[in-house]
């Protein structure tokens, strides 16, 4: 090292490396006050020039970009920065090309940092400012729409305030709301170059604010090439500065930017407003200032980067001696100290191999004077084994730690051996173990072993202590676990402890295995309902533990109690049953008998079975004296002749009667006209919309007995057509029309009972019209019986019985049974489930116009039960079910749109249909308006009064996330 002579050393120090105006980013430029000290220097300089000419949608066009980015680029580049240029960005890609750009160049604190956006801007409605890239929609659009799409001002502004780099300037060529604290106006006498210069900064300029339009013709870029030429240097000093470029840029485009509004801002983050971006104002080429300005090297920095590595103490020697009182001074003094040290050192090792311990020592104590670790550790050596000096174990023990202290790794791992064996100090596993790692991290393999075996120790020890937690808290089975992972690792009481637990599990094992026979012996008894024998078992087994016994013995008190209740009850209805049987009210009696049984009287059976023969009797007479009110004596006689056969005493006598009148009928002559007639003039008009006429004629039929005629008379009660609305009036003619067996008033008069229209609701007698229509083959009788037996209403739940009636009317074409018949093959219920089958008859029902047929399509395509999966038919069946207002189906379309499921990702989309959805009550729509607002996923960002809106209309709803949602808020 010695071999560079000094004068040439400083002879190349003084050659200035780099001119001004090279192309290099690594140029290290220093910059000075008045008094021509330097406060401060650049190691890097690069700028990234964004430009957006051209857009899909809407926007104007900027054809003077391209021009102005080659102008600054080749402006900056004199000024020795490194240039990056972006053109037509889109939105991500003008994220990433910020993002990238600061990950690149922002790291380094010295290098300064230039942005240039030049394109459209807008300020949205809550004052934010946007850069707008290529692909953006047009500024017609909705702002939300905008926005997302936008890369806002607050962003960079964060990326910035998050850099390294002291200094950054950014240009925007367009039009922004001010940021922070803008100044209306500049100082009067610009700064100077001083120390506060190298304080960090952020620049803020842009041509014009959010309510100005961006021009065609920009002036930002020829007044920055201007400015950087010199023409910003408002003072004189030979620099421009950020502020003094803003100040410059701001008089030059209010003169010439037709109105233009620039403003200029630094940042408001503490610390960074308070220093300046520096440029070098260029001078002529070859002149000394020019030379000095621009020189880049440093002569004390230069030197000592040369020798700094010597291990000759000449050379450092001669540095100090060239710079006695310079900034790397001190540390050319200690590497001198080291360098002796190690001398001292390395000699004194030799004459302790040969055995002069005098010597040495001497030597050694040279080197320790100067800090040397290794001299220290050989101290330690000599004075444990009294080499050269009196044993002294403890004056070892304080040689070795000052060795250790800086490092030195044999040092290390004899300190880790004193508190391993506890010599002179007190035994310190943990302690030990510390200084092992450390001399093994250096690569000491002996401090390595130690360390293994600590380790493995200490590892041994924490798995027994897990294994003794769990042992004490009865979890056997993971202290097993832990004492084997102990056992194997060599732990001396691991194996007494596994052996102990597993002589209480077999004892455990064994007294579970008698639990579970006793409660096993209880349950054959249970459900032969032998429940005295049975509640002996349980009761034998919920003592050894058993967790279900006590339930058990439980059902059974409450079987017993329910048993003698349910006899005392049985015992009251038969009794009421009989009274009623006796006074010859066979209904109530049928009613009290019916409960009897179903409470288990032993005779209440025989009661009611002759209670229905006498009901069955009444029916048929009835049946008759009503055909004979209405005239109608061929139907009449053939009830009557029925009830007569049965048994029916006052039926004999009328039987006689009818024959009687029948006979004189048929002797007169006909004075009317037919019913036939008058209800087909009434057909006619009825169609013709003439109601009134329509229903003088109906109530002509009507009261000669025609069926259809009194039928239509109930419709047009029932719907107040051609005379006033009376639901009672409307229930008498259907009752007459169905008595004479007309299927669709038996359908109307179901209908009636069913729902409780001027009638108390009887779902069993609307069970019994229904029937009578089903069996003349109506299609809406045969349904409402299918969902009867399904809902066991008027009737004893039979599914079997609801699905043979679906099919019924499904395959006459009724769309709700077609999408009835079609749940109950998608669910599997008293049919085979079949999902092609459900979706044959879904199609069916959704072909008559089913929305809920529909969106059942759609959950099928979307989940590929019953077709192949394909989830744009799912997307179409949902849309065409939503528009019907279908909740469900306005809910799957939304969720649709909020994955971005075969439909591109929207969530105002999703917030539409959730809304629809959500107003008819559903629950987890509601709960997903809630997430959308709270994650600001549509508008300026998060609601959360929004959000606690919607969560808590869906916990009113039922929905159990909302409740968590609402918790989580701290609702």
């Known amino acids: 090292m010695h071999k560079v002579p000094i004068w040439l050393a400083v002879l190349i120090l003084l050659i200035p490396s780099v001119a001004l105006g090279t192309n290099s980013a690594e140029i290290k430029l220093f910059y000075k006050d008045r008094q021509g000290f330097r406060v401060g220097f650049y190691t890097g300089s690069y700028a990234l020039l964004i430009g957006v000419t051209r857009y899909a949608e809407g926007w104007p066009s900027l054809e003077r970009i391209p021009r102005d980015l080659d102008r600054l680029q080749s402006a900056l580049e004199l000024h020795g920065f490194q240039v990056e240029k972006v053109l037509n960005p889109t939105g991500e890609q003008l994220k990433k090309a910020f993002e990238l750009f600061m990950g690149l160049y922002g790291r380094e604190k010295q290098n300064r940092l230039v942005f240039y956006f030049s394109g459209h801007g807008f300020t949205a409605a809550h004052g934010a400012g946007y850069l707008v890239p290529s692909d953006a929609p047009g500024p017609d659009v909705p702002r939300e729409e905008l926005v997302r799409k936008c890369l806002p001002l607050m962003q960079v502004m964060k990326w910035t305030q998050g850099l390294k780099s002291k200094h950054v300037l950014l240009l925007f060529d367009t039009c922004l709301e001010p940021v922070g604290n803008a100044p209306s106006g500049f100082s009067k006498r610009p700064p100077e170059i001083s120390s506060r210069t190298s304080n960090p900064v952020r620049h803020f300029f842009a041509t014009c604010s959010g309510r100005d339009r961006t021009p065609a013709q920009g002036l930002m870029a020829s007044f920055v090439v201007k400015g950087l030429g010199g023409k910003a240097d408002l003072n004189g000093d030979g620099y421009v500065t950020g502020s003094e470029l803003a100040n410059y840029l701001y008089e030059k485009i209010r003169k010439y930017g037709s109105g233009q509004t620039p403003w200029y801002a630094k940042a408001g983050v503490s610390g960074q407003e308070a220093g300046e971006l520096v440029f070098l104002v260029p001078s002529p080429v070859g002149s000394e200032e020019s030379q000095l300005a621009s020189q880049t090297s440093d002569p004390e920095a230069d030197m000592w980067k040369l020798v700094r590595d010597s291990s000759d103490t000449r050379d450092i ?20 100290r080291e360098l002796e040290g190690k001398e001292f050192f390395e000699k004194g090792k030799s004459f302790y191999r040969s055995g002069d311990y005098s010597k040495a020592l001497n030597l050694f104590r040279e080197a320790v004077s100067r800090g040397h670790a290794g001299a220290q550790y050989y101290m330690g050596l000599m004075y444990g084994a009294g080499k050269g000096v009196r044993a002294d174990q403890r004056a070892a023990m304080a040689w070795f730690r000052e060795a250790a202290a800086k490092g030195y790794a044999p040092a290390e791992y004899r300190m880790g051996l004193f508190y391993y064996h506890g010599e002179g100090v007190q035994k310190d596993l943990g302690e030990a173990l510390n200084w092992f790692k450390k001399a093994a991290q250096r690569g000491h393999t002996d401090a390595a072993a130690y360390m293994a075996r600590i380790e493995n120790e200490q590892e041994r020890r924490s798995l027994f202590r897990k294994g003794l937690e769990f042992y004490k808290k009865g979890d056997l089975k993971e202290a097993l676990a832990w004492f084997e992972k102990s056992s194997e690792k060599g732990h001396p009481d691991a194996a007494r402890y596994m052996s102990m637990i597993r002589e ?18 209880g349950m054959k008894y249970y459900e032969s309902k032998d429940y005295a024998e049975a509640l002996k078992w349980f009761r034998m087994a919920e003592e050894k533990g058993h967790p279900d016994a006590r339930q058990y013995m439980a059902l059974i008190r409450k079987a017993e ?10 015992n009251l209805a038969f009794e009421k049953g009989k009274r009623y049987f006796e006074s010859e009210n066979y209904r109530e009696a049928l009613r009290w008998f019916e409960k009897a049984v179903d409470k288990g009287h032993p005779d209440a059976g025989r009661y009611l079975a002759k209670t229905r023969e006498h009901l069955e009797m009444e029916s048929l007479f009835e049946k008759g004296i009503r ?11 053939e009830w009557l002749e029925k009830a007569a056969r049965k048994g029916h005493k006052g039926a004999r006598k009328c039987v006689a009667l009818v024959r009687e009148e029948m006979e004189a ?6 004075q009317r006209e037919s019913a036939e007639s008058q209800f087909n003039k009434a057909l006619a008009s009825y169609e013709q919309g003439k109601y009134k006429e329509a229903f003088e004629w109906f109530k002509k039929a009507a009261n000669q007995g025609h069926a259809g005629a009194q039928n239509y008379l109930g419709l047009m009660y029932d719907a107040g057509r051609g005379t006033k609305r009376d639901e009672r009036e409307a229930v008498k003619w259907f009752r007459k029309a169905a008595e004479q067996g007309h299927k669709y008033a038996q359908y109307n008069l179901g209908l009636q009972y069913y729902e409780g229209r001027q009638v108390e609701r009887d779902y069993g007698e609307a069970m019994k019209w229904f029937h009578e229509a089903a069996n003349q083959g109506h299609a809406g009788a045969q349904n409402y019986l299918g969902l009867m037996y399904d809902a066991g209403r008027g009737t004893k739940r039979d599914e079997r019985e609801a699905v043979k009636w679906f099919r019924k009317a499904a395959e006459q074409g009724h769309k709700y049974a077609q999408y009835n018949l079609a749940v109950q093959y998608y669910e599997g219920r008293q049919v085979k489930r079949d999902y092609r089958e459900a979706m044959k008859w879904f199609r069916k029902a959704a072909d008559h116009g089913h929305v809920g047929a529909q969106n059942f399509i759609g959950l099928m395509y979307d989940s590929g039960k019953g077709v192949e999966r394909d989830e744009r038919e799912a997307v179409k069946w949902f849309r065409k079910a939503a528009k019907q207002g279908h909740k469900y189906a306005q809910y799957n379309l ?6 971005g499921r075969q439909v591109e990702r929207d969530y105002g989309e999703a917030v539409k249909w959730f809304r629809k959805a959500a107003k008819q009550g559903h629950p987890k729509a509601r709960y997903y308006l809630g997430t959308v607002y709270e994650r600001g996923l549509v508008g300026p960002g998060p609601d959360r009064e929004e959000a606690l809106k919607w969560y808590q209309k869906a916990f009113e709803s039922g929905s159990s996330e909302a409740a968590k949602a609402l918790k989580r808020l701290g609702q």
């Open 317 to 336: 020697k001669d540095f100090l001696a060239t710079f006695p009182d310079g900034r790397f001074a001190m540390r050319a003094r200690h590497k001198i």
């Open 504 to 521: 209480e599990e077999e004892k455990r094992k064994k007294e579970a295995e008698e639990c579970a026979s006793f409660f096993s012996e």
């Open 561 to 570: 109690q329910d048993k003698e209740r349910k006899l005392h009850e049985g």
């Open 627 to 637: 055909y004979y009110d209405a005239k109608n004596y061929p139907r009449a006689l």
């Open 665 to 670: 009928v048929r002797s007169k002559p006909a």
């Open 894 to 899: 939304g969720l649709q749109y909020y994955e």
